[in-house]
């Protein structure tokens, strides 16, 4: 299944081993952000969408390895689309607390919260970062595209309670889109809401990587700063920003140009860059390399033969998989 990723250098979780529980995106909205790629059939349900005894064997076999477990510092449950509609996560989540002494942590979009059976799944991680974009229904439908069956209300209700029950740490991420939620009236409501909710911090981000749809443009680093500052002062929380980055990742490996370790990171490669678009940078950090001049001469190879292609946006270039 090769369900595991990374480990990668997260601005948030440090260095974090992602655990993508699907093998194409399963994802109950279809958000014009969105890095994976459209929602091509949309899921509501939960069910098994991908092998949960091959998933835990793959945990296993890395588990074994003490010394790749003992690099990390945190492991991450995503998914390509929405990580709690597989009905295996409280297994899931159970069995790396028990396989392993690290950090447990979930990204989740938060639409599935109201739902009793994912709460209690939920409880078993340490870390939980669920998203709230929108805290009006015109905003939320515009953004996040849900399918029809989705209530904002009704999201709202299950963050809330899942915030109070919860006893790890609780991170609730907004992301902005120039445009479509970002205005007065939208950041009035998401306080209205946000204050009635437990958190220990909020975490705004807006478009970085190449989205679905074109017309989703980031928004300013001023703007943000201004929203963040109003969030914080309504809230009395810790609001982080996207351009505040990590410190202390650690050394550089000497180059690396040819031979099975050049071999083993090149496969590391495209493993991330088939869940997410990533630039040089993006790539250098996590793999501690000199630099994206270094990342660049391995991809070479890979661009000429089609496997991966770049893509211009805001100001960077992007890898991402060939057609």
Known sequence: MNALFGPVNSRR????????????????????????GPTITPVCRRGTYSPLRALLEEIDRFCAD?????????????????????????????????KADKPVAVLTNGTTLMDEGVRSDLMVADIVIPSLD??????????????????????????????????????????LVQGMNDTSEDIDALIGVLGRMRLDRIQLNTVVRPPVEQDARPVSNERLT?????????????VDLPFATLSGEGGIRPGVSAGPEAAAIIEQIRDMVWRRPCTAADMARTFHLEGPEQIEQLLAPLVRAGELRLLEHGGHRFYQRGP
């Open 134 to 175: 929108a805290a009006r229904t015109e905003s939320f439908r515009r953004v996040d595209r849900p399918t029809a069956e989705l209530d904002l209300d009704a999201v709202i209700e299950g963050l809330t309670i899942f915030s109070h029950a919860f006893k790890g740490t609780l991170w609730l991420e907004i992301l």
């Open 66 to 98: 003490t010394a790749r477990l003992a690099s990390i510092d945190v492991l991450t449950v995503t998914a390509q689309g929405e990580p709690t509609l597989h009905s295996g996560l409280g297994t899931i989540l159970a069995h790396l607390r028990a």
């Open 13 to 36: 979780l440090g260095r974090s081993l992602g655990i993508d529980l699907f093998t194409s995106k399963i994802c109950n909205l279809n958000c014009v952000y969105c890095e994976v």
């Open 226 to 238: 201004a929203i963040a500052q109003r969030l914080r002062q309504a809230l009395s929380r810790p």
